[in-house]
């Protein structure tokens, strides 16, 4: 049976033990020549799923990827494992090309990876039908969508496949998972037969954290340095110059940090990439076109400093975190300016009304991610249809917020709202009217005769910062909303009313005053793949790290591809003293058994101190 030879690859090339989850029912599925749609998180372990059965099949395996910029690492990481694969892109020389169209049609090859537009070339088409196929894996499937965040014209094309070669399986993978996008996969893939596999989207080593935005570029860093010093992570923002601006603050702040957006030069944006990827503790500072098929598995922390556009889009960037199980972060801060800024931006964004609708529908469900009092984690899966039950590892499991009864702070902002509103004309932030809560009298308030309002000063038993969080909430909620017409200013909605008539109690959220619970801090604090360690296996731990180090740069290859931490972790932990004791150690296979065995033992055996 097909599962034998499945799990003997699996653990003779790869040195893992045993599938994960559904592995082992995808890879039979498309062993025996099914169709697959398969929907993982990141870290979930997708590439297995096409890569064994590229290796039992006759023939070599297609692998349609994006992401040209990674198939170099995907091939060499592949090559380590003593894997025949090659990839076909735009930026090979062509001899080069050459060469691999040889090896292919020679069945030289067990993987080859090509970008969707080479793909659909008639020289690339004619290529495949020369040679043997043993399946066609379409990663990244989601890029078919065209709702979704990261849409690809060229994958419409891939519906051929199966025209064209119809007794060939076809694998489709990716980490995104709402039922919409799953649908959509399936239909535009011409996948009516394939069998769908849906994973647990729970990710249990990743802490979530959402915290409220005052100082951002402070509480960044704070985060960074009390929580993850020396180690890599990356930074979300929403636009260029805020990439600008971060990347520079940190790097004065003595952090190794680097930008990476669209407006920067391919060069730059490869290089930037390559050292994330091949140097320990690099923070990336990014936009979102950073990210997508980054497999570095130790990416501790993921950062966003502006508030994400949906659920899905936010899963998957904080996904990127602790692909390797081990403890990671994924920390988000969020201000009331996040969400007058992005509503003004649906309404100002092009296309028709139920585009709009739909961006302010994803909006919404970002928000309450944000702003709920129940485990983060129930929020997030709930999202993509999964249940769980309250996962003792995010901010509000570890901290619950206290909900106190908002509703007369309420009524006081809305009524604020509303005599400001009246003026038409003017555009007054929330600032102003936390101002006039307060009771606080400016340059402002003078001119236009506010300290006569009845709502001046009505509000000054609680603080500014009380105040924003509920302007915050009632956005978010809303029961108000950004005016455009009105100049931006703020307004009323159709819930308000309720509110302000006292029908409606409205339960609010504040943050416990509690500062986060962090482990030790600065550099005295072990890396996460250390932690747990016995101190006097620590020397020998860094010590493998040190030889890693060592062995990827002769290789011009980033260290995760000789050995991950959690690797070098389990051999620091068992100690073996042969090759045979090695061997059973999770990602030691056969190949990297006889490169580097001799000398791992050594290291064991006498620490470098
Ligand atoms: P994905 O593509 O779904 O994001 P990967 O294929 O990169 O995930 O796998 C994530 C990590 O899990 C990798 O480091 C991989 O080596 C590891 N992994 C995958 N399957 C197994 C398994 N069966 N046993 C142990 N480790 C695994
Ligand atoms: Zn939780």
């Given at each position: 049976?097909?599962?034998?030879?499945?799990?003997?690859?699996?653990?003779?090339?790869?040195?893992?033990?045993?599938?994960?989850?559904?592995?082992?029912?995808?890879?039979?599925?498309v062993?025996?020549?099914?169709?697959?749609?398969?929907?993982?998180?990141?870290?979930?372990?997708?590439?297995?799923?096409y890569?064994?059965p590229?290796?039992?099949?006759?023939?070599?395996?297609?692998?349609?990827?994006?992401?040209?910029?990674?198939?170099?690492?995907?091939?060499?990481?592949?090559?380590?494992?003593?894997?025949?694969?090659?990839?076909?892109?735009?930026?090979?020389?062509?001899?080069?090309?050459?060469?691999?169209?040889?090896?292919?049609?020679?069945?030289?090859?067990d993987?080859l990876?090509v970008?969707?537009e080479?793909?659909?070339t008639?020289?690339?088409?004619?290529?495949?039908?020369?040679?043997?196929?043993?399946?066609?894996?379409?990663?990244?499937?989601h890029?078919?969508?065209?709702?979704?965040?990261?849409?690809?014209?060229e994958?419409?094309?891939?519906?051929?496949?199966?025209?064209?070669?119809?007794?060939?399986?076809?694998?489709?993978?990716t980490?995104?998972?709402?039922a919409?996008?799953?649908?959509?996969?399936?239909?535009r893939?011409?996948?009516?037969?394939?069998?769908?596999f849906v994973?647990?989207?729970?990710?249990?080593?990743?802490?979530?954290?959402?915290?409220?935005?005052?100082?951002?570029?402070?509480?960044?860093?704070?985060?960074?340095?009390?929580?993850?010093?020396?180690?890599?992570?990356?930074?979300?923002?929403?636009?260029?110059?805020?990439?600008?601006?971060?990347?520079?603050?940190?790097?004065?702040?003595?952090?190794?940090?680097?930008?990476?957006?669209?407006?920067?030069s391919?060069?730059?944006?490869?290089?930037?990439?390559?050292?994330?990827?091949?140097?320990?503790?690099?923070?990336?500072?990014?936009?979102?076109?950073?990210?997508?098929?980054?497999?570095?598995?130790?990416?501790?922390?993921?950062?966003?400093?502006?508030?994400?556009?949906?659920v899905?889009?936010?899963?998957?960037?904080?996904g990127?975190?602790?692909?390797?199980?081990?403890?990671?972060?994924?920390?988000?801060?969020?201000?009331?300016?996040d969400?007058?800024?992005q509503?003004?931006?649906?309404?100002?964004?092009?296309?028709?009304?139920?585009?709009?609708?739909?961006?302010g529908?994803?909006?919404?469900?970002?928000?309450?991610?944000?702003?709920?009092?129940?485990?983060?984690?129930?929020?997030?899966?709930?999202?993509?249809?999964?249940?769980i039950?309250?996962?003792g590892?995010?901010?509000?499991?570890?901290?619950?917020?206290?909900?106190?009864?908002?509703?007369?702070?309420?009524?006081?902002?809305?009524?604020?709202?509303?005599?400001?509103?009246?003026?038409?004309?003017?555009r007054?932030?929330a600032?102003?009217?936390?101002d006039?809560?307060?009771?606080?009298?400016?340059?402002?308030?003078?001119?236009?005769?506010?300290?006569?309002?009845?709502?001046?000063?009505?509000?000054?038993?609680?603080?500014?910062?009380?105040w924003?969080?509920?302007l915050?909430?009632?956005?978010?909620?809303?029961?108000?909303?950004?005016?455009?017409?009105?100049?931006?200013?703020?307004?009323l909605?159709?819930?308000?009313?309720?509110?302000?008539?006292?029908?409606?109690?409205?339960?609010?959220?504040?943050?416990?005053?509690?500062?986060?619970?962090?482990?030790?801090?600065?550099?005295?604090?072990?890396?996460?793949?250390?932690i747990?360690?016995?101190?006097?296996?620590?020397?020998?731990f860094?010590?493998?790290?040190a030889?890693?180090?060592?062995?990827?740069k002769?290789?011009?290859?980033?260290?995760?591809?000789?050995?991950?931490?959690?690797?070098?972790?389990?051999?620091?932990?068992?100690q073996?003293?042969s090759?045979?004791?090695?061997?059973?150690?999770?990602?030691?296979?056969?190949?990297?058994?006889?490169?580097?065995?001799?000398?791992?033992?050594?290291?064991?055996?006498r620490?470098?101190?």
């Open positions: 049976m097909s599962d034998a030879r499945a799990l003997g690859v699996l653990q003779r090339v790869f040195g893992y033990e045993s599938f994960r989850g559904d592995q082992q029912a995808i890879v039979e599925q062993i025996g020549g099914g169709d697959a749609l398969v929907l993982m998180p990141t870290g979930g372990g997708k590439s297995l799923c890569q064994i590229s290796l039992v099949r006759e023939g070599t395996g297609i692998v349609v990827s994006p992401l040209i910029a990674l198939m170099q690492d995907q091939v060499d990481a592949l090559t380590e494992l003593g894997v025949r694969a090659a990839f076909l892109n735009s930026t090979q020389d062509w001899r080069v090309a050459r060469e691999v169209e040889q090896a292919f049609l020679d069945g030289e090859l993987l990876y970008a969707p080479r793909l659909l008639d020289r690339c088409l004619q290529l495949l039908d020369r040679g043997r196929i043993a399946l066609f894996a379409i990663d990244e499937a890029c078919v969508s065209q709702w979704g965040h990261d849409f690809r014209p994958y419409l094309g891939l519906s051929m496949l199966h025209e064209r070669w119809p007794d060939v399986p076809r694998i489709a993978l980490a995104t998972a709402t919409v996008t799953r649908t959509e996969i399936a239909q893939l011409s996948l009516d037969e394939a069998r769908h994973s647990s989207f729970d990710r249990p080593n990743i802490r979530y954290r959402i915290v409220e935005k005052n100082e951002v570029r402070k509480q960044l860093l704070d985060m960074i340095r009390t929580e993850h010093e020396g180690e890599s992570g990356v930074v979300y923002c929403l636009s260029r110059a805020r990439v600008e601006e971060t990347a520079e603050f940190l790097c004065n702040q003595g952090i190794d940090a680097m930008p990476y957006h669209a407006g920067l391919p060069q730059i944006r490869a290089a930037n990439q390559s050292r994330f990827l091949r140097e320990d503790g690099v923070v990336m500072v990014a936009t979102i076109a950073f990210g997508m098929g980054i497999d570095k598995p130790d990416v501790r922390f993921v950062a966003h400093i502006d508030l994400p556009k949906s899905e889009g936010y899963y998957q960037e904080t990127r975190a602790g692909r390797d199980g081990l403890p990671a972060t994924a920390w988000l801060a969020y201000g009331l300016q969400v007058v800024q509503r003004r931006m649906i309404d100002e964004s092009p296309g028709d009304e139920s585009y709009r609708r739909r961006l529908q994803q909006l919404d469900a970002m928000l309450g991610l944000c702003e709920t009092v129940e485990c983060r984690r129930v929020r997030l899966l709930a999202y993509f249809g999964q249940q039950t309250a996962c590892n995010c901010d509000v499991c570890l901290d619950p917020p206290q909900a106190w009864d908002g509703t007369v702070a309420a009524q006081k902002v809305l009524s604020a709202v509303y005599r400001l509103w009246k003026e038409r004309g003017q007054y932030g600032g102003h009217i936390i006039i809560l307060r009771g606080k009298v400016t340059d402002r308030t003078k001119q236009h005769g506010h300290e006569s309002l009845s709502v001046f000063g009505v509000g000054a038993d609680l603080s500014d910062t009380a924003r969080g509920v915050r909430q009632l956005l978010a909620q809303g029961l108000l909303t950004v005016d455009n017409e009105g100049f931006g200013t703020l307004a909605t159709e819930g308000s009313r309720a509110v302000l008539k006292g029908e409606h109690q409205l339960m609010l959220r504040r943050e416990s005053e509690k500062k986060p619970r962090s482990g030790k801090t600065g550099s005295g604090r072990p890396k996460a793949a250390a747990d360690l016995p101190a006097e296996l620590q020397p020998v860094e010590a493998l790290r030889w890693r180090g060592e062995v990827a002769s290789h011009g290859v980033p260290a995760y591809v000789i050995f991950h931490d959690a690797t070098l972790r389990e051999i620091a932990l068992a073996p003293e090759m045979d004791e090695l061997s059973h150690i999770n990602g030691v296979g056969a190949r990297k058994l006889e490169a580097y065995g001799e000398e791992i033992l050594q290291r064991v055996a620490p470098v101190l």
